[in-house]
């Protein structure tokens, strides 16, 4: 099929010349093609932010509240002020004492009379060296006035308890989240079989091997050059406007320059007190100031995904078909908040839209409590929710005696489907992911033995086509030609070490025929990128890419209507391979790209070959019952797992792991795979092992020998499926893969030890004790 | 009180003023800026600053800096020859997939090399309790393991 019309009309473009685009024979995208910063990463030569200096760069470090509640009674800086080598020491009152960051501006970044919880800045040093600044930060004396704490998001909600922030008048947050569709409570009359339980989940953290950090830099005329790890340039390029405004400094410049980013997972989706705190140090002294998290301030102080507690119900008649599902949620919001409160939102989609439920009913809580504040992180929320989803899927399996995968199979998602929260579903391959995981792992020969080993299974839908969670989902292309073929491409989209470098290089190159050598993106500088919403939402490939291939069709339009002057053909029959032009009727008619370009360069009256594009997806915005199309398209999977758990030690082994996703199309199957075994082994950490302890506001396991992150040692036999269903409004036909992978972990290994010895543990992470508890549990029911 | 420090650093004699407080990787990342060995945690438990010393893989951001008198340390940025060919697992982490942000990557890659130069077709188990106090969290370490096996493979 000749696609290029096609791709050309999706995109809008308008062009006179149509680029042809041939979607059969496709050169680059499809590869197997080795991240783009790999080579510069294994000689070490890739740039982090822990390895950037500054000419005359100074040291900033954070004093934190050592209580999670207290007053702060006095705070003296003088002793840390006269120690050597230090340059400056600041306090709540060297910022604006009405300025605050974050969703719902709550949070100063410099805390003053209170402090709410264990990661609370009440102090800064800059100092010529890491060493002094933190002696400095040792000589700063605070009094405090220990409070009672809230610690239980359920205490925390009762009559008269303490409230954190007093101006908001609850503990409860204002963000009421609540979907309706249909009439659940009718449905439960209907229903044949229903189940209810109670599912929970822990804080976990990203576990970034980069910690966070930042350079904040002021030229003469207090413009900020910020040289950062986010994830988010534009919009905490925004943030720091505001920051500049507020700080009394208007209408000033703001530029960010991305060191190449040590991890992200969501934990770079905000901006941070510490960014502030740097702007403050740096304008004090008017000189660059670079602080970095050391790794137990990268555990502390920096925000985890946060914790539920899930009610959940779900009913299906006589045949199995679903007829309700029904949760109620609560989040620790902690003490201030971020994007972890806004989670809820994304949590709806596979509560509304994972399989075919036709009545749902869902409210959820954000609590303040004085325990660390939560952020998004990979799935942002959608594991949670799938968890308590396809842990109860299970259980009503087991009481209307049909098979768990039939039971999926039956209410499966299909091409086509208008969900109840009003989301169109386009390509879905949800039933393949399914068939692929019970083909793999002998389902039907392992299920229901009840051995000490069994299988388990549990299915994803996430966005998979952007999101429209601000009022744009837009990112930015340009695209500008040398002398000699090659391309700069400069993309809003950032990489965190997902590939999007690579992949927007493959799109270019496929349209325009050109070796994927030839083509350079940059990525990493607001002052000549374009905007884009964020790295987020597993919107990049789809955002990007389309932003990509529209810039590319532009530009590949341009080329062939000068080619066309020089060669003196109809731009129509003229095409673009390995570099060079030439007539598709004539083939003497030839010219090497860069020669077509030199002549436009040089020739009298000349111009200069420069294209741009903008895609904004058609998605839509949640309207105020948190309905609408917030995506293009959706993104499925399932994976299965064969377990044996130990009885005597409730130790469970992976003995076998199936991770199948539709992904529209694989544009580089290399990365892609990386992308489900990474998730993946994400999930399993999040299933068995990870989890933030803490005990009245205080992480008692704070590193990485008490944090149980997954080592090599703990990786199981995994294949990675990859099933295409060529999404029609995605780039190549591909959708998002970045967060998936994670989603169905959880509840997949869940219910495989459920099958394996009857016990069901209903609170991550599945521990040999929680196993052996519910074991011994059962052994006295009998 | 600066001590002198004699070694081997990447093939070249290194004669440096140390602080006998410093750690290894400090000398290597804050004085002679070979930043390509990283600092994950500080504390000996990522192994993002792992350096080769006499053959051995060893978490430079433990190791006391005057304990490299007279040894040989390799660092990531002394594993390509001088002409600039990559060294045949740094080839294989580009081509495998093996990197992707790319933290963890040389301490990685220096704890395969250590492997790599004393056994020539480790196991899978090998090859796993090498890269044992390596964390990753991008890659779910399977094509790290793919990459060190491809070069174990070719040897």
């Not at chain 1, 008017?286 to 555990?299: D, G, L, N």
């Not at chain 1, 091409?415 to 393949?432: A, H, V, W």
């Not at chain 1, 493959?506 to 905007?531: H, K, R």
């Not at chain 1, 399932?638 to 409730?650: F, N, S």
Request: contains cysteine; proline residues 5%; negative net charge.
């Amino acid at each position: 099929m000749d696609n290029l019309t096609t791709l050309e009309q999706k995109l809008q473009l308008g062009l006179a010349v149509q680029p042809k685009v041939n979607m059969e024979n496709l050169t680059t995208v499809g590869q197997k093609i080795p991240k783009r910063d790999a080579p510069p990463k294994v000689i070490g030569a890739a740039q982090y932010i822990q390895d950037v200096k500054v000419p005359g760069m100074l040291y900033g470090k954070i004093l934190y509240s050592k209580h999670p509640h207290a007053k702060i009674l006095k705070l003296d800086t003088s002793k840390a002020e006269k120690l050597a080598g230090v340059r400056s020491v600041i306090t709540a009152a060297d910022m604006p004492a009405t300025f605050r960051i974050g969703v719902m501006k709550d949070n100063p970044p410099l805390k003053t009379g209170k402090v709410l919880s264990i990661r609370d800045e009440i102090a800064a040093v800059a100092a010529t060296s890491q060493e002094i600044a933190e002696e400095a930060l040792s000589l700063i004396e605070v009094e405090y006035e220990v409070l009672p704490g809230i610690f239980d998001p359920l205490e925390a909600m009762k009559e008269g308890a303490i409230l954190l922030h007093e101006e908001a008048k609850s503990n409860v947050l204002k963000m009421p989240w609540k979907l309706v569709c249909g009439d659940v409570e009718a449905a439960k009359k209907e229903s044949a079989f229903i189940v209810q339980d109670t599912f929970s989940t822990p804080w976990v953290t990203h576990c970034c091997l980069g910690t966070s950090g930042c350079i904040a830099q002021f030229d003469t005329k207090d413009n900020l050059t910020m040289y950062s790890n986010t994830q988010i340039p534009s919009l905490a390029q925004n943030d720091y406007v505001e920051a500049l405004n507020a700080f009394g400094l208007k209408n000033r410049r703001v530029r960010i320059i991305q060191a190449v980013i040590g991890g992200g997972f969501g934990s770079k989706l905000d901006t941070y007190s510490y960014e502030y705190i740097a702007m403050i140090l740096a304008l004090k002294t008017r000189k660059p100031v670079k602080i970095i998290f050391t790794r137990e301030e990268e555990f502390f102080a920096t925000s985890p995904r946060q914790c539920t507690i899930t009610k959940i119900s779900q009913g299906c008649d006589k045949e199995g078909r679903l007829t309700f599902r029904e949760m109620e949620m609560i989040l620790d919001n902690g003490a201030y908040t971020s994007w972890g409160a806004t989670t809820p939102s994304v949590m709806m989609l596979p509560i509304s839209s994972l399989y075919k439920v036709p009545n749902v009913k869902y409210t959820a809580k954000c609590v303040y409590t004085n325990n660390t504040y939560s952020q998004a992180m990979r799935g942002y929320g959608n594991p949670q929710a799938t968890f308590a989803i396809e842990s109860s899927l299970d259980q009503l399996a087991e009481v209307a005696g049909i098979d768990p995968y039939e039971l999926r199979m039956k209410n499966a998602n299909e091409p086509g489907e208008l969900t109840p929260q009003n989301f169109k579903i386009t390509s879905c391959g949800m039933k393949e992911c399914m068939d692929e995981v019970v083909k793999r792992l002998d389902w039907k020969g392992k299920h229901g033995k009840g051995t000490g080993k069994g299988v388990g299974m549990a299915s994803l839908i996430h966005v998979g086509g952007g999101a429209r969670v601000y009022k744009s989902d837009g990112c930015g292309t340009i695209i500008k030609m040398d002398d000699f073929g090659k391309v700069d491409v400069f993309t809003g989209a950032s990489d965190i070490g997902q590939g999007s470098d690579t992949i927007v290089a493959q799109i270019v190159a496929e349209v325009l025929g050109i070796p994927i050598d030839d083509v350079n993106v940059i990525n990493n500088d607001t002052d000549i990128c374009p905007w884009d919403v964020g790295v987020h939402a597993s919107r990049t490939t789809f955002v990007a890419g389309n932003s990509a291939l529209g810039a590319a069709l532009k530009i590949k339009a341009q080329i062939l209507e000068v080619a066309a002057k020089l060669l003196d053909e109809d731009p129509v029959w003229l095409d673009i391979k390995n570099g060079v032009v030439f007539s598709t009727k004539n083939n003497e008619k030839t010219t090497p790209l860069g020669k077509a370009l030199r002549k436009v360069h040089y020739a009298l009256g000349g111009k200069m070959l420069m294209a741009e594009y903008f895609y904004d997806p058609p998605n839509a915005n949640f309207d105020k019952d948190f309905k609408g199309n917030l995506s293009v398209s959706y993104a499925y999977g399932a994976h299965g797992v064969e377990v044996e758990v130990d009885k005597e030690t409730g130790q469970v082994k992976i003995l076998d792991y199936i991770a199948a996703h539709d992904v529209g199309k694989a544009i580089n199957p290399l990365l892609l795979e990386g992308q489900i075994y990474g998730g993946g082994l994400q999930g399993i950490g999040y299933a068995l092992g990870e989890k933030m302890i803490y005990e009245k506001g205080e992480l008692k396991n704070g590193n990485f020998l008490d944090y149980k992150m997954p080592t090599a040692k703990d990786i199981p036999p995994v294949q990675a499926v990859i099933v295409e269903t060529d999404e029609k409004d995605g780039p190549f036909g591909a959708k998002g893969i970045g967060e998936p992978g994670l989603v169905p972990t959880a509840p997949a290994i869940a219910n495989a030890i459920y099958d394996a010895v009857g016990v069901r543990i209903k609170d991550l992470p599945i521990t040999p004790e929680k196993v052996l508890k519910a074991l011994k549990e059962k052994e006295k029911k009998g | 009180m600066k001590k002198e420090l004699t070694f081997t650093l990447n093939g070249e004699a290194i004669n440096a003023e140390v602080d006998p407080q410093w750690t290894l990787l400090y000398l290597l990342r804050e004085v002679l800026e070979l930043t390509g060995t990283k600092e994950g945690c500080g504390y000996g438990e990522c192994g993002a600053c792992t350096v080769v010393i006499d053959g051995q893989a060893v978490n430079s951001c433990l190791y006391p800096v005057m304990e490299a008198e007279g040894k040989t340390v390799t660092t990531i940025e002394g594993l390509a020859s001088r002409n600039g060919q990559l060294h045949p697992i740094q080839t294989a982490f580009i081509n495998e997939g093996a990197v992707q942000c790319g933290f963890c990557t040389p301490g990685m890659i220096m704890s395969a090399t250590a492997l790599l130069d004393t056994k020539d077709k480790p196991t899978e188990e090998e090859i796993k309790d090498a890269v044992a106090g390596n964390l990753c969290r991008c890659t779910g370490y399977v094509k790290i393991i793919d990459a060190i096996k491809s070069v174990a493979g070719g040897r």
